[in-house]
Nanobody
Framework: QVRLVESGGGLVQAGGDLRLSCAAS????????MGWYRQAPGKQRELVAR???????DYADSVKGRFTISRDNAKNTGYLQMNNLKPEDTAVYYC?????????WGQGTQVTVSS
């Protein structure tokens, strides 16, 4: 049974930084690409950052240069470092593998960026 628990969200002013964490119940990110997704109110969930098994990362254009995805296989934990946050980054952030599996979704962590 895979369980993913996101944490680290909060309220931050525009230009601020946050670091999200995703604790996995097993070595799921060692054997799959890892992704951070977000869902803003009234919008579909979108993939914003992906980290391949081999360590190659790529990002949505909207976050490129500001977000950094990483993982610690020894801790079964993934991270999303978010710098220079903008109000349009406001969303619930989730982690999952890529492509995602529906039953793996956790509760997410809310990120709110004030202008």
């Amino acid at each position: 049974q895979v369980r993913l628990v996101e944490s680290g969200g909060g309220l931050v002013q525009a230009g601020g930084d946050l670091r999200l964490s995703c604790a996995a119940s097993g070595s799921i990110f060692r054997f799959n690409a890892m992704g951070w997704y977000r869902q803003a109110p009234g919008k579909q969930r979108e993939l914003v950052a992906r980290l391949s098994r081999g360590g190659i990362s790529d990002y949505a254009d909207s976050v490129k240069g500001r977000f950094t995805i990483s993982r610690d296989n020894a801790k079964n934990t993934g991270y999303l470092q978010m710098n220079n946050l903008k109000p349009e980054d406001t969303a619930v952030y989730y982690c999952n593998i890529v492509p995602f599996i529906d039953k793996y979704w956790g509760q997410g962590t809310q990120v709110t960026v004030s202008s």
